[in-house]
């Protein structure tokens, strides 16, 4: 096996509770360093709830999660080396409306990273380049448009330098004529070498760069594939149902 | 042609006139009747409070206890450490102005006030005084304009070391008994002294306090939360009243013989451990109303809870409220006027001993009537204050 085969997060039978809801069903995943995974299925499917459980923003209370050999439990000390090294990005940007973008990018870094200002104002003009937007910087989030917004929201995370990047449905609350812009970054990003995990519906994004699908239905994974499996020959009725919903349009 | 577009605008502006009356104040017979009476009504009390205020009543009462009205009992001779202090918040508001609200180019007209004051009939030290304030704010606001970024700090600084010094100043230190830095005992301070006093210790401290107990309420420790749940619940089932006699009346039966606190330092304690409780459920109405998504977007990037508190949720959680603490602040400055009844001698209390003296009775409308002045001019600076900061952190805001 070569270097970038190494196993970097580990899933092991996962199960999760919503009060008396059986929201996860034992799901289990091994992603390698620099995998671009898309995961998609209908709504309330868990995908979401799924993603979460990686860096702890969602508590599994069964089975095993280990991110870059780091098991995720109660202990606190875990979870926050887990966070530093995974970036996040939501459906609904969740930037912090009362600092500029430049403050957005990096408070994070000066905070926890304990990196002097220079250095961090530095690293996010750089981020900014890379996404596009550098002319923003002094804005509020609130003076930006929505797919303007969540690029800063990747760049935020990626100031961080996560070794993961872990993506909500980052596309779904965008106007049409935005999506793409956010998607081109992450196409960009993908082929830097980031391991990604991607919760979308966004087919062509996955037909891209996705090198394994999931697809999960009522809290477990229905099937998983490369691309080209699950788009030719989905095995199971109920993906091949599912797919041909969303690419009906 | 030209002749006629020169004299169009003044025809316009008068049919502008009528029509807004005829639109607002007269639009049917039922605006008309209700225009007529409310002017009849205005005029009827405003005329009757002007005649009262300009011929029958006696403001002698005013101009002979101003002193006491303003300072209580505070002695003459230290009298000047209360200006020295009224001397380095005039100059930290003047610069603080100068740097922060350099934009406005007018606001160092409030520092014209002082000045403006000194025309009353005041004697000479105190009118010197007022002349050197409205020099002092103008100098601040000055100096603030023209080094904003080395000032910055220096004037920060100057608010957080002001309350110490303001109370070190009140207060004296030297145990001599005579002299300039005498120790002037608090049951001498009064009037506006301290209900201004009262005031800004009881905002200084309860905001904090009611921070923490805001937080404590939704903390995932249960005891915290018991407490903090039964303290606010406590404290808000009982009147400012009941909490100021207790402090005054029974604290003393469970102190061990000998050992007396303060009277002054008790209502203090009091009014802001009161204060607490209802500004934690204020600050806890604008932590509940932060979307969760952002505590999860700070905590994704790895920040701690308390970084997320202190720098994503609190700023955003406080200015939302910034209405709702002007106005608490606003009712602390006027509850303080219940000290009064456990016999401090803020500023209605020196209104009530100034009515007590032979001479004065029966001039409660004149005494009152000024209070009440003073009590509206400060709430309504502190009102206009909140606005001024809540436009400007409006700046970007969702």
Same mark, same amino acid.
């Given at each position: 096996?070569? &270097?970038?085969? #190494?196993?970097?997060? /580990?899933? &092991?039978?996962? +199960? *999760?509770?919503?009060?008396?809801?059986?929201?996860?069903?034992?799901?289990?995943?091994?992603? *390698?360093?620099?995998?671009?995974?898309?995961?998609?299925?209908?709504?309330? /499917?868990? *995908?979401?709830?799924?993603?979460?459980?990686?860096? $702890?923003?969602?508590? +599994? !209370? $069964? %089975? *095993?999660?280990?991110?870059?050999?780091? #098991?995720?439990?109660?202990? @606190?000390?875990?979870? #926050? !080396?887990?966070?530093?090294?995974? %970036?996040?990005?939501? &459906? !609904?940007?969740?930037?912090?409306? +009362?600092?500029?973008?430049? !403050?957005n990018i990096t408070l994070a870094p000066i905070q926890v990273r304990k990196w002097p200002k220079q250095k961090a104002e530095e690293i996010a003009m750089q981020l900014l380049e890379r996404v596009g937007i550098p002319e923003q910087a002094h804005k509020y989030p609130g003076q930006l448009s929505g797919g303007q917004q969540q690029r800063v929201a990747i760049a935020r995370s990626l100031a961080m330098q996560p070794k993961i990047m872990l993506f909500d449905e980052p596309t779904s609350a965008l106007d049409p004529e935005m999506i793409k812009e956010v998607l081109d970054v992450m196409i960009e990003l993908?082929?830097?070498?980031?391991?990604?995990?991607?919760?979308?519906?966004?087919?062509?994004?996955?037909?891209?760069?996705?090198?394994?699908?999931?697809?999960?239905?009522?809290? &477990?994974?229905?099937e998983s594939g490369t691309p080209e499996d699950i788009f030719r020959n989905p095995k199971e009725e109920r993906t091949e149902l599912f797919l041909s919903q969303i690419l009906s349009h | 042609m030209t002749n006629l577009n020169s004299a169009l605008p003044p025809l316009t502006e008068q049919i502008t006139l009528l029509r807004w009356l005829r639109k607002n104040l007269f639009g049917s017979w039922y605006d008309a009747l209700l225009t007529v009476l409310g002017l009849w009504i205005a005029y009827w009390a405003v005329k009757g409070f002007l005649t009262w205020a300009f011929t029958a009543a006696k403001w002698d009462v005013i101009i002979l206890n101003l002193r006491l009205i303003m300072i209580g009992q505070y002695p003459l001779e230290q009298t000047g450490r209360l200006w020295l202090w009224l001397a380095f918040l005039v100059l930290l508001s003047g610069s603080s102005t100068g740097i922060w609200a350099r934009e406005s180019k007018y606001a160092a007209v409030v520092f014209l006030l002082p000045g403006l004051l000194a025309l009353l009939p005041f004697s000479t030290e105190p009118r010197v005084w007022l002349v050197a304030l409205t020099a002092i704010g103008l100098a601040g606001w000055v100096i603030g304009r023209a080094k904003p970024e080395i000032l910055k700090r220096g004037v920060i600084a100057g608010w957080v070391i002001s309350l110490p010094v303001i109370i070190l100043l009140t207060h004296g230190f030297s145990e001599s008994g005579t002299g300039f830095w005498a120790v002037a005992k608090t049951t001498l301070w009064g009037g506006l002294l301290l209900t201004f006093l009262l005031t800004v210790v009881a905002i200084l401290f309860s905001f904090p306090l009611g921070v923490l107990l805001a937080l404590g309420r939704r903390s995932e420790l249960p005891i915290v939360r018991w407490f903090s749940v039964a303290y606010i619940e406590l404290v808000r089932g009982v009147p400012l009243i009941t909490i100021l006699f207790m402090a005054?009346?029974?604290?003393?039966?469970?102190?061990?013989? %000998?050992?007396? @606190?303060?009277?002054?330092?008790?209502?203090?304690? %009091?009014?802001?451990?009161? /204060?607490?409780?209802?500004?934690?459920?204020?600050?806890?109405?604008?932590l509940q109303a932060i979307p969760r998504g952002q505590f999860e977007a700070a905590h994704a990037l790895g920040l701690n809870s308390a970084q997320t508190m202190v720098f994503i949720i609190l700023p955003q959680a406080l200015r939302l409220i910034i209405p709702i603490l002007a106005g608490q602040f606003i009712a602390v400055f006027k509850d303080t006027a219940l000290v009064a009844i456990v016999g401090l001698f803020d500023l209605v209390g020196i209104g009530k001993t100034v009515l007590a003296q032979p001479d004065f009775i029966g001039l409660q409308r004149e005494v009152y009537a000024f209070i009440s002045l003073i009590y509206w001019v400060l709430s309504y600076g502190m009102s206009h204050l909140s606005q001024r900061l809540e436009e400007r952190l409006g700046v970007g805001k969702r």
């Open positions: 096996m070569n &270097q970038s085969a #190494e196993t970097i997060i /580990s899933v &092991q039978n996962v +199960h *999760k509770w919503y009060g008396d809801y059986h929201a996860l069903k034992g799901v289990s995943m091994e992603v *390698k360093k620099r995998e671009v995974i898309v995961i998609f299925g209908p709504s309330g /499917s868990g *995908k979401s709830t799924f993603i979460r459980t990686i860096n $702890r923003l969602e508590e +599994h !209370q $069964r %089975g *095993k999660i280990v991110v870059d050999g780091i #098991e995720l439990s109660h202990d @606190i000390r875990n979870i #926050e !080396q887990v966070r530093m090294e995974t %970036g996040m990005v939501f &459906q !609904q940007f969740n930037l912090f409306p +009362h600092l500029t973008v430049m !403050q993908a082929k830097s070498g980031m391991t990604m995990l991607v919760v979308t519906h966004e087919m062509g994004f996955a037909r891209a760069v996705a090198d394994r699908m999931f697809f999960f239905d009522q809290g &477990q994974i229905v | 005054q009346l029974m604290l003393p039966l469970f102190l061990p013989e %000998g050992l007396t @606190i303060d009277r002054v330092l008790r209502a203090m304690v %009091g009014i802001t451990l009161f /204060s607490a409780a209802y500004l934690a459920e204020n600050v806890r109405g604008g």
